[in-house]
Nanobody, 124 residues
Framework: QVQLVESGGGLVQAGGSLSLSCKVS????????MGWFRQTPGQEREFVAV????????AAADSVKGRFTISRDNDMNTVYLQMNSLKPEDTAQYYC?????????????????WGQGTQVTVSS
């Protein structure tokens, strides 16, 4: 069973940075596609970024391109989301997700495993 644990959320001022981590257990990261999604109350879960194996091909939503970077450390079995130039509209619960299917999946239904989420709040 794949388990995901996110960390690194918090409160930051607009223009600031945060780094989220997602520790994976139960399966080696090398064989997983890993994504980050976010969700605000009353809204559907929104794709943020994805990285797949083996070379770490990645993709990001237009709303975060140039500001957010996804990366993976296969030795540490951890995926990261570096968030720079944060905006109030980035405020959301951020979720890490894993898929055993290769590809830069951007829809939540492609992912079978989810973390519990970590809150990111950006003040104006």
């Amino acid at each position: 069973q794949v388990q995901l644990v996110e960390s690194g959320g918090g409160l930051v001022q607009a223009g600031g940075s945060l780094s989220l981590s997602c520790k994976v257990s139960g399966r080696t990261l090398v064989s997983l596609t890993m994504g980050w999604f976010r969700q605000t109350p009353g809204q559907e879960r929104e794709f943020v970024a994805v990285t797949t194996w083996p070379g770490g091909n990645s993709a990001a939503a237009d709303s975060v391109k140039g500001r957010f970077t996804i990366s993976r450390d296969n030795d540490m079995n951890t995926v990261y989301l570096q968030m720079n130039s944060l905006k109030p509209e980035d405020t959301a619960q951020y979720y890490c997700a894993a898929s055993t299917r290769w590809g830069t999946h951007e829809t939540a239904s492609e992912y079978a495993y989810w973390g519990q989420g970590t809150q990111v709040t950006v003040s104006s």
